[in-house]
């Protein structure tokens, strides 16, 4: 609280000597020119510091001088009102000056768009890894989350006190995780109450699962007031840190709960934003301490806000020939997708565990659903990669995959949420989770991006990806395998053979003497629907640990 009022009163009388004119005003007597100065110095007081502190302490603005620049320009108009002569002149000076200062902090985004384009530039890569399909990927959609822990805040004590916070996703010892706060509903609430009990924990990878309340007593957080807020609590350890972003929960491994947010620098005049370490602060007794991004504790995820990553994309998309092509020509402008769970982007997980924001990026033009390219940005570290995806082919953007969903499902009215681009079999493909109208979790849907024709939903999304693998089979698709699968070609006998229709095409089920079953698709070979007990084969397959293994060749013993 120190600092501010400092703040405040350096404020006050560098303001107090710029209005008060020292000049002796001829027409007034010592003692009426006494009292205007007098009068002067007690409005500033008055009227401008209550006025200046009221302005930081409940914006929680940084308390650099620079932020002062609008005060400068009508003080600084004031005093050369106020004053006469050489120092009239003096005060228009200054008041120039100031003028000057604002126009330069008022086109700084036009004048900085490269700078923000070379600070958000990202590596370039076509395609990511494929997807090992033996994991789970976390696809349970946030909204379903929400409402299961909805109707679990029961188990929350003193409930009418309380509501459900902000949901986010985290890794805590090796489970991909939802946890939300317990936030207050209200001042009197929060005045009654003083601490929140806890916080919830779901599945971010299993549907079925029911959310837990985790007690754990929180006093500083982003709905109690006054110095117990969390936001104005970092701001007071850290008056002149530049913040972008909200707070964020954060829970270690022994399930204590922190709250982090992001800190930087300006690009340049105030304007922009370099993304450099965290702040985090212990929920309980508000210890706080800083952290650059390379020093970043380990059980901490997003230690770049989504706020931030979504405000980098926008650099990359939109500045790669300067400010004013991105309003006028859009040459090789590309924008980034706004179906992101948390500020734009989704958070995913590799198979390392590490946590990634995916942002898709579509054409400006109105009414192209086609998608560009697609992101990846390290959740801990802030560095990015964009991938252009398979030049030979286009692929649909998240707004055509949700479309598709909301045609498909149409008569139910059912919706889509959080689509996802995986590299499933080799295929570029979108995962997304199916909602009713009252947000529960009905099916996964998974849709080829350059083959629209091919998709398939299921319960689960391990169900909904054997039935991907089929259908890719039958159709246009290829399979390629996953990040685990080895191709390995063996011989053998056949013992028993299922064929099953499949649109224009039969998928063709073996049994061979090692007792594995394989599968192919007639329309990649046609042959294989003479297939028969007894034949002797050779097969080139995919080695993906299933239960029907997908063959990519087979060839009969006297048909080839």
Known sequence: MGNILLFTLIIGIASALILL???????????ESKQLKSGIILAVIIILMPAVFAFYYFSNNDRNFSSLWPLAILVTAGGSIFSKGVERKFKGILFLLSLIAGAYFLTAFILNADEKYELAKMDQKVEIKTFDETETPASVPPQFARNKMKKAFGQVPNTSYYELGNLQIQKVNGEYVYIAPVEFSGFFKWWNGNQTPGYFSLSATDSSENPKFIK??????????????????????EPKKIFYGDVQLEIDEDGKPYYIRSYGEFVSARNGFDVKGIVVVDSKSGETKEYPLANVPKFIDGAVSPEVVSLQNSYFGNFVHGFWNSKFGKSDVKLPSDEGTEANVSPIFDENGVMYYFTDFTSPKEGVDSMLGYSLTNSRTGEATYYTGNPDQSYMDSQGALQIIEKKFIEKKWHGQMPILYNFYGEASWLTPVLDSNGFLQHYFIVSAANPEISV?????????????????RGKGTVNGSSKAEEKQLSGTVLRVYKEKSGDFTIVSFLLDNHKNYLISSEKAPLAIYLK???????????????FLPAKTIVIEGLE
């Not at 004119?21 to 003692?31: D, G, M, R, T, W």
């Open 533 to 547: 007990e007894g034949d002797r084969v050779s097969v080139k397959y995919l080695e993906t640990g299933e239960e």
């Open 216 to 237: 754990s007593e929180m006093v500083y957080t982003p709905s109690s007031y006054f110095n117990k807020n969390i936001e104005r609590h970092i701001r007071m350890h």
């Open 21 to 31: 004119p020292v000049y002796k005003n001829e027409q007034l007597n010592a003692k």
């Open 457 to 473: 939903f299921g319960v689960t999304p391990n169900e909904a990806l054997k039935q991907y693998k089929t259908a890719l089979q």
